[in-house]
């Protein structure tokens, strides 16, 4: 079945820098497009990254644009968030997500909390 893990969360002081990883099984990794969300407390989960199969086609929400970098190892089935400049507003629960025939998959989620 398909599975995705997500890690690398933590705790950083605001201008620090974290990058998660999401390690991907039970499909086809390099055929399907991956994304990165969050949610904060008290809002709704907004995309925050994605990448297409081959990697050739990259999306950033405004907010994280030149800040925050998508990448994907598809021999390693794995997707990257790599976060610079990290700000107390970055603070959420960071989930990756692939649809995969048109039913959508979530991983459990990893916290990143960006705090003096």
């Known amino acids: 079945q398909v599975r995705l893990v997500e890690s690398g969360g933590g705790l950083v002081q605001p201008g620090g820098s974290l990058t998660l990883s999401c390690a991907a099984s039970g499909f086809s990794f390099r055929s399907y497009s991956m994304n990165w969300y969050r949610q904060a407390p008290g809002k709704e989960r907004e995309l925050v990254a994605s990448i297409s199969a081959g990697g050739s086609i990259i999306n950033y929400a405004d907010s994280v644009r030149e800040r925050f970098t998508i990448s994907r190892d598809n021999d390693e089935n794995s997707v990257y968030l790599q976060m610079n400049n990290l700000k107390p507003e970055d603070t959420a629960v960071y989930y990756c997500?692939?649809?995969?025939?048109?039913?959508?998959?979530w991983g459990q989620g990893t916290q990143v909390t960006v705090s003096p």
């Open positions: 997500k692939t649809t995969v025939f048109r039913f959508d998959y």
